[in-house]
């Protein structure tokens, strides 16, 4: 069983959509994250979320806005797309908040055109 | 600026020998600190971990060492075998206030390739 999901694996669409990306833990966690990993291949955190509520929210655009409809869910939504949002996509998961190994999912591979 | 250094891009080790990939940081208020490993199209897997109170934690092939004075951690893989090529992240966290946190901070990752 995958202890962390996300859908879809490769997403391909044009400037000005809006585009959403779902992610499932199995794990039981607290805690889930989303990160983007851009082209230079830094891991950056853009949200948290600890038992429904939103607990980081990093420099990023409003047009990317999470939604957790209950603990084991993070979608992530971005309206608006951009050229320079492509990248891939990772979410996370952990215990706890704090010395709590995360873990990841296998990414969304996001291609703007 | 980039709190979590990894400064070899790669690194190249014939099997059978130790691997020993580094991480330097420059937070004072990281004090857990972590290393993934990730096989392309895939997501980064933990390996393991080490708390600020410690100086060593040893899993299997895997040892990680900190050096907080110089503020430097390791990771020692012995012996190292062809499945460990892949790209091996540095992260670290600051402690948890109640207030917010800051997630993980990644280094930017080091390629290791093992040579049979």
């Known amino acids: 069983d995958t202890a962390v999901s996300q859908t879809p694996k490769y997403l391909v669409t044009q400037m000005g959509n809006d585009k959403s990306i779902k992610c499932e833990q199995n794990l039981g966690h607290d805690t889930m994250y989303w990160y983007k990993q851009d082209s230079k291949k830094f891991l950056k955190i853009m949200f948290s979320y600890n038992n429904k509520e939103l607990i980081i929210n990093e420099t990023v655009p409003n047009r990317f806005s999470p939604k957790s409809p209950d603990k084991a869910h993070l979608n992530l939504h971005i309206n608006s797309l951009e050229l320079g949002d492509s990248a891939v996509y990772f979410c996370a998961s952990s215990r706890a908040l704090g010395n709590s190994p995360l873990h990841f999912g296998n990414g969304t591979r996001l291609t703007v055109t | 600026d980039q709190q979590v250094k990894q400064n070899s891009p790669s690194l190249s080790v014939q099997e059978g020998r130790i691997s020993i990939l580094n991480c330097d940081y420059t937070n004072s208020m990281f004090d857990y600190f972590l290393w993934y490993k990730k096989y392309p199209a895939e997501g980064p897997t933990f390996l393991i971990s080490?708390?600020?109170?410690?100086d060593k934690n040893e899993d299997g092939r895997f040892t990680v060492f900190l050096n907080k004075s110089a503020k430097h951690l390791s990771l020692h893989i012995v012996p190292s075998q062809p499945g460990d090529s892949a790209v091996y992240f540095c992260?670290?966290?600051?402690?948890?206030?109640?207030?917010?946190?800051?997630?993980?901070?990644f280094g930017k990752g080091t390629h290791l390739i093992i040579q049979p």
């Open positions: 992260a670290a966290q600051g402690a948890y206030s109640g207030g917010g946190a800051d997630g993980l901070t």
């Open positions: 080490i708390s600020s109170i410690k």
